[in-house]
């Protein structure tokens, strides 16, 4: 496999060796991540269906926004879990723990029409929530 060939699923020589308990809550993260990938994106979606004249979408919007801050603390838990004592990805727990806090300014900039701040902050929480798949998806080398 040459440098430009590499994929998600290279396994990086210099990475920790996972418990096994570490690879659960590796594959409890990639469905975690996942999970608010899908969320995160529904959000913009529903916001189109809001801007368009339809209040389904608004109210969807502000409740699937309750579920997006739900889904990002179960990720910091299940990252710093995978992290220690799974000994996974220590950038995992970091980014999710950002991605919380990014959630919670993204509700008040939402709850205040600052729409200045909301929309491309709304981008950024989807990209480092592709990114934080991303690192989930990572293969480690195997315990055995
Ligand atoms: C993490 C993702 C997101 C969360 C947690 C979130 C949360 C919220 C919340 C709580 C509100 C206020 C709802 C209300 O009080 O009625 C809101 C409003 C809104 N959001 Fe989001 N949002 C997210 C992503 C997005 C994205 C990606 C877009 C657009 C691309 C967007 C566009 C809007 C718009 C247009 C409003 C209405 C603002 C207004 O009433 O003036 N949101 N959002």
């Known amino acids: 496999m040459t440098d430009n060939s590499r994929s998600a699923a290279t396994v990086e020589p210099s990475a920790p060796r996972p418990s096994s308990f570490g ?5 409890i993260l990639v469905v975690v991540a996942l999970l608010q990938v899908i969320l995160v994106a529904t959000q913009a979606m529903l916001a189109g269906i809001g801007l368009d ?3 389904i ?3 969807l919007h502000e409740s699937n926004s309750t579920v997006v801050a739900i889904v990002g603390v179960v990720q910091v838990i299940a990252a710093v879990l995978w992290w220690r ?3 996974g990805r220590g950038a995992a727990p970091l980014l999710a723990a950002g ?5 919670m300014a993204q509700m008040v900039a939402g709850q205040n029409s600052v729409l200045a701040v909301h929309i491309p902050l709304g981008i950024g929480i989807l990209l480092g929530s592709i990114w934080l798949l991303r690192i989930a998806l990572r293969r480690q080398p195997s315990s055995t």
């Open 23 to 27: 690879r659960v809550m590796q594959a």
């Open 53 to 55: 004249g339809r209040a």
């Open 57 to 59: 979408g608004a109210d």
């Open 85 to 87: 004592p799974g000994r």
């Open 99 to 103: 991605l919380l806090l990014a959630v």
